[in-house]
């Protein structure tokens, strides 16, 4: 080795001090080594987690933490796992699990990662009850379409890095060998030409452009006596548009945008935020209220089973019909389908629940049916004052037979509940807090903005260009019979032009500028339909929260009415005095009673969220925990 590294010095050619021009080469081949793509991308997820945490600053007021990259423990995998739960393909478990094909680039990614645990859940072995707080994290981790949003709002910092990356020093390396025989006269001639050249560009917000580049060549003879000649050379340009095209507001306007974009996907992602929040919520209460259905129906089971054998005790001592039997037997048939389609339609509703959230439809998961007994003791006070309200009114009332005479009492906001707000309120919080008004209004701006740089393209344009070379290349073989190069400051090729062009056609840019106007117009009525759209939400939940709050007091004194009804009709049957369809139709009433108010509480508290949502005031973090809205600020 030794003995091959001392032949090669002794080569004229290197003595000469042209080693310069193989160790470039490797110099690249070593730089290249250390830019590896796992660090190009670590250093982009860096750059974007720097834009969104500076752009949510700007668009919220406050930063959160912010990850696209999924831990490989979160529960979706690990109920594939530890329930041994079927899947098609390695892909089914994450990126981490799939095989590296060939040639792939990052050996050691994606790689095993954890942090998708949610508070309190370990063991999934077995079936696992969840709470509506740990629902509503466990979204934020397994949901693919939380997740595809959050990958929205990355890749628009990436689109903006981009933008940025357009004003900022551009600088290009380059070095080359050729290599050439020619053989088309007298004796051939071989040789070797390499050059080098680094350069760097800019362009500036003005419009205007900058380039320098400095090169170096070496032309070697091979044969010939092996002469040779080195050529040095520099070159500087310039190009300064002064009509068309000029001015930062033209020129960055893709960079405007840009940085816009990246608001607006923020503001999109909190907005989303709220709605998957208040989404989850209500899926969860309604998968609870089915629950709470299939143990309506199953007590209504029970108790059509226990008529029909005291129909059938009744009509064996001769004190009903037998068609009264065959009733009550037909009920109980009817019972018993209500109760299967219950159990049934519970189970479609978790499974969909499930699929909601990211978890594998057969994971053997549960609901906390507790919530929903929190829920209706919640709601007991109001319940229970307005029942007590409604009874001394009936005791008070007098009997009339004049329809005329009776007052109907429309509802009203006596018995309110805490975010039944006034509707002025209720929209000026929608105004101050809603973010698709912000990203509607954003986008009039931007509409503006597009009509002004439409309107730019109109003009003529005129560009001052600007040169200086200095040295001389030494570019082909032949060159090598030349003396070498010289760089002298004061010695160049120094040149300027002048470009006009008038604007005689501009039927691409006219069209352009109508559409943007056009644009403009339609960016100001999405902002009214935004507008229209935002009041009429508003106001249809306002209503919803006073009809489910009415709902509840009615439905809770039917349950009151209905239960009474079939202990009296129970009693009238053991005496004789009452028919057994007089049991059927009051058991009927009781099951319809039941799965109304379960109904109505769950309706009243998705209808507190639901304002919360659309007035834009439910505030929900990165773990996809809320928080609610106090309004009065106490």
């Given at each position: 080795?030794?003995?091959?590294?001392?032949?090669?010095?002794?080569?004229?050619?290197?003595?000469?001090?042209?080693?310069?021009?193989?160790?470039?080469?490797?110099?690249?081949?070593?730089?290249?080594?250390?830019?590896?793509?796992?660090?190009?991308?670590?250093?982009?997820?860096?750059?974007?987690?720097?834009?969104?945490?500076?752009?949510?600053?700007?668009?919220?007021?406050?930063?959160?933490?912010?990850?696209?990259?999924?831990?490989?423990?979160?529960?979706?995998?690990?109920?594939?796992?530890?329930?041994?739960?079927?899947?098609?393909?390695?892909?089914?478990?994450?990126?981490?699990?799939?095989?590296?094909?060939?040639?792939?680039?990052?050996?050691?990614?994606?790689?095993?990662?954890?942090?998708?645990?949610?508070?309190?859940?370990?063991?999934?072995?077995?079936?696992?009850?969840?709470?509506?707080?740990?629902?509503?994290?466990?979204?934020?981790?397994?949901?693919?379409?939380?997740?595809?949003?959050?990958?929205?709002?990355?890749?628009?910092?990436?689109?903006?890095?981009?933008?940025?990356?357009?004003?900022?020093?551009?600088?290009?390396?380059?070095?080359?060998?050729?290599?050439?025989?020619?053989?088309?006269?007298?004796?051939?001639?071989?040789?070797?030409?390499?050059?080098?050249?680094?350069?760097?560009?800019?362009?500036?917000?003005?419009?205007?452009?900058?380039?320098?580049?400095?090169?170096?060549?070496?032309?070697?003879?091979?044969?010939?006596?092996?002469?040779?000649?080195?050529?040095?050379?520099?070159?500087?340009?310039?190009?300064?548009?002064?009509?068309?095209?000029?001015?930062?507001?033209?020129?960055?306007?893709?960079?405007?945008?840009?940085?816009?974009?990246?608001?607006?996907?923020?503001?999109?992602?909190e907005k989303y935020k709220k709605e998957f929040a208040v989404n989850t919520a209500s899926k969860y209460l309604a998968v609870l209220q089915q629950l709470d259905s299939i143990a309506n129906s199953e007590a209504d089971y029970r108790s059509r089973i226990d008529s029909a054998k005291r129909s059938r005790r009744l009509a064996d001592a001769g004190r009903i019909q037998e068609i009264e039997v065959d009733q009550a037997v037909q009920n109980e048939l009817s019972s018993r389908q209500r109760w299967i389609a219950a159990t049934q339609s519970y189970k479609k509703q978790l499974d969909s629940f499930k699929t909601f959230l990211g978890l594998p439809p057969d994971a053997a998961i549960e609901l906390d049916p507790n919530e929903l007994k929190v829920l209706a003791t919640t709601m007991s006070r109001l319940i229970n004052e307005k029942t007590e309200e409604n009874k001394l009114l009936d005791d008070n009332q007098t009997p009339t037979d004049n329809n005329e005479l009776i007052k109907l009492a429309e509802p009203d906001y006596k018995d309110a509940g805490p975010y039944e707000m006034e509707e002025a309120v209720a929209i000026k919080l929608a105004f101050e807090n809603r973010y698709d008004l912000k990203v509607a209004d954003g986008q009039t701006y931007d509409a503006q903005r597009a009509a002004i740089v439409a309107a730019d393209a109109l003009g003529a344009e005129l560009t001052l260009l600007g040169s200086a070379t200095i040295g001389s290349r030494r570019s082909k073989v032949s060159d090598a019979t030349s003396d070498n190069a010289r760089f002298v400051a004061d010695r160049g090729v120094f040149s300027t032009l002048l470009t006009l062009d008038l604007p005689f056609d501009r039927t691409q840019e006219s069209v352009d500028y109508r559409n943007s106007i056009i644009g403009l117009e339609q960016a100001v009525r999405n902002v009214q339909t935004t507008e229209d759209t935002t009041k009429t939400e508003v106001r249809n939940t306002l209503r919803d929260l006073l009809e489910a709050r009415e709902n509840m007091y009615i439905q809770a004194k039917a349950v009151s009415v209905a239960q009474k009804r079939v202990k009296s009709v129970n009693m009238f049957l053991e005496a004789g005095r009452a028919q057994i369809r007089d049991l059927l139709e009051a058991q009927d009433a009781l099951l319809s009673a039941q799965n109304s108010l379960t109904a109505a509480v769950v309706n009243y508290r998705i209808a507190e969220l639901a304002i919360q949502r659309d007035t834009g005031v439910l505030e929900v973090d990165e773990k996809g925990l809320w928080k609610e809205y106090t309004p009065g600020g106490v």
């Open positions: 080795m030794k003995k091959n590294v001392h032949k090669l010095f002794k080569n004229k050619h290197l003595r000469d001090g042209h080693l310069f021009f193989l160790v470039v080469p490797l110099c690249g081949l070593i730089l290249q080594a250390g830019c590896s793509p796992a660090n190009y991308r670590k250093d982009m997820d860096k750059t974007a987690a720097k834009i969104i945490s500076e752009k949510q600053l700007e668009a919220t007021g406050k930063t959160s933490p912010f990850s696209i990259e999924r831990p490989s423990d979160i529960l979706r995998r690990k109920l594939l796992s530890d329930q041994n739960l079927p899947i098609s393909t390695p892909a089914s478990l994450g990126t981490d699990n799939l095989k590296k094909i060939k040639y792939w680039p990052e050996k050691d990614y994606p790689a095993v990662t954890t942090g998708g645990n949610v508070a309190e859940i370990n063991e999934v072995n077995g079936p696992l009850t969840i709470t509506l707080i740990q629902a509503l994290q466990i979204g934020a981790r397994n949901s693919f379409d939380y997740q595809t949003q959050k990958e929205t709002v990355f890749q628009s910092a990436l689109s903006l890095e981009l933008e940025r990356h357009a004003f900022r020093n551009t600088f290009v390396g380059q070095v080359q060998n050729l290599l050439s025989t020619n053989t088309t006269g007298d004796r051939a001639v071989s040789g070797t030409v390499t050059s080098g050249n680094i350069g760097v560009s800019r362009k500036l917000q003005s419009g205007a452009e900058l380039s320098t580049s400095l090169a170096i060549d070496l032309a070697n003879l091979l044969t010939l006596g092996g002469a040779s000649s080195v050529g040095l050379a520099g070159d500087a340009s310039i190009s300064i548009p002064l009509l068309r095209g000029s001015g930062s507001h033209i020129v960055a306007e893709p960079l405007t945008q840009a940085e816009r974009n990246t608001v607006y996907a923020i503001w999109n992602f």
